[in-house]
């Protein structure tokens, strides 16, 4: 019976070697005398020791990230706040990192975020919540807080809570009727040409204002997202968005600021480029620099995602009719969107091996069809147990995993350096 070694050679090769450093890389994470490093981190010796499958987050590049999210919104001259998405990754000790760092508020979406981010160090003041279909038990926590930031999305949900605290400050969550997405994936849109659930449509505005003012609400707020993942070919659309948002700030004179959501994307293919923070902050600037507004941004995925890695380790190497698959001790379970969204976590050796590259299907542990990490994608051929990385698993993975076909233990290591 032939081994993976052979199965590797059997694989097509792919054609000359491209000498170009890899797209992904950066500072801190690249090879460094043959062995990938994620800060000081050799992931190789980390896998080895800890076991895979293992989520590792460097928390100095999350906090470079926010650093740099700063700049360019300083840069442009507008009063900001950012509160991290938590929904992209709740890791307690990532949490409690941030809370200690004071570069972020939280973005919360649950009574159980609630919770959690207290819990992690967030102060109830700077924690900022817009969750949708709320219950009345969900009304009834939210109710208890008097300083947490709520922006409701819905009629009903601001007339249970006026009733429950008349005269507080509120916020709306709007719909302008606009998308956005990473490539122009619609499953990536919260809004745009179909109606969704998320938001108060301009039509519905009037109702929303009177019954604030039945309930001596103050609406000083407006939030919305339009979308995940944009790059700077999407700012365009970006700039769409905005302006329709100027429809509803109008009609409100009592807002203090004006939340743009999240959305911010980092590159996961070679075609991609990063975003241009500088022209992105530029853009908002445009639409709100004159409005007397302060400006808040609930990153998730540009914070999280590519300070992770999730560590995995081959299981086997065999030709299946034309295809070559790789397989890896890590289902989609524990990074779920690039089976259900398109949005690649690319597999990369920890310790690349000698030899040509060649083309392979990789995939994970789980049985469902849609398992696969990627397709036709170049790896130095591997052997049982070699290490590999799947990178851009800082966000959206950890915190959607399943246990899925009981495929859910996995270890979580959080990196300080």
């Not at 939210?142 to 006026?162: E, H, K, Q």
Request: hydrophobic share 40%; glycine share 10%; with cysteine.
């Amino acid at each position: 019976m032939p081994d993976s070694a052979d199965i590797a050679r059997a694989a097509p090769e792919t054609e000359d070697p491209d000498t170009t450093p890899p797209w992904w890389q950066r500072d801190d994470l690249c090879h460094r005398h043959g062995r990938l490093h994620l800060g000081s981190c050799d992931l190789d010796s980390l896998a080895r020791k800890v076991g895979t499958p293992a989520y590792v987050i460097r928390a100095p590049r999350v906090a470079d990230n926010l650093r740099r999210l700063h700049a360019a919104l300083d840069g442009a001259g507008l009063d900001h706040r950012v509160y991290y998405a938590i929904k992209a990754n709740r890791t307690p000790q990532l949490l409690s990192y941030l809370a200690a760092q004071g570069l972020c508020g939280a973005d919360i979406c649950s009574p159980g975020e609630l919770m959690h981010a207290l819990a992690c160090g967030f102060r109830e003041d700077e924690i900022s919540f817009t969750g949708t279909s709320l219950s009345a038990a969900d009304i009834d926590v939210l109710s208890r807080f008097d300083t947490l930031r709520i922006n409701f999305d819905s009629l009903a949900a601001l007339r249970r809570f006026g009733r429950a605290c008349p005269g507080r400050d509120v916020g709306l969550r709007i719909n302008p009727d606009r998308g956005i997405g990473y490539g122009g994936n619609d499953m990536l849109q919260y809004s745009g040409l179909e109606a969704t659930k998320f938001g108060i449509y301009l039509d519905r505005l009037p109702e929303a204002i009177e019954i604030a003012r039945e309930h001596g609400l103050r609406i000083t707020r407006v939030h919305f997202h339009a979308g995940c993942g944009y790059l700077d070919r999407e700012l365009d659309q970006l700039e769409r968005v905005l302006a329709a948002s100027r429809d509803f700030i109008a009609r409100l004179p009592d807002l203090t600021e004006v939340n743009i959501g999240g959305g911010l994307g980092v590159p996961h293919r070679a075609s991609d480029r990063p975003l241009d923070l500088d022209r992105w902050a530029a853009t908002v600037a445009a639409a709100y620099g004159d409005s007397g507004l302060s400006v808040a941004v609930e990153p998730g995925d540009f914070i999280a995602k590519d300070a992770g890695i999730l560590l995995t380790s081959v299981t086997y190497a065999e030709r299946r009719k034309e295809v070559a698959f790789l397989g890896l001790d890590a289902g989609f379970n524990l990074a779920m969107e690039p089976a259900f969204y398109g949005l690649p976590c690319e597999p990369v050796p920890a310790v690349p091996r000698d030899g040509p590259a060649r083309r392979y299907t990789v995939v994970g542990n789980v049985n469902e069809a849609l398992d696969k990490w990627a397709e036709d994608h170049p790896l130095p051929p591997p052997q049982d147990g070699d290490v590999i990385a799947l990178i851009n698993a800082g966000g959206y993975a950890a915190a959607m995993r399943s246990d899925h076909c009981l495929r859910g233990a996995v270890q979580e290591v959080l990196l300080v350096d």
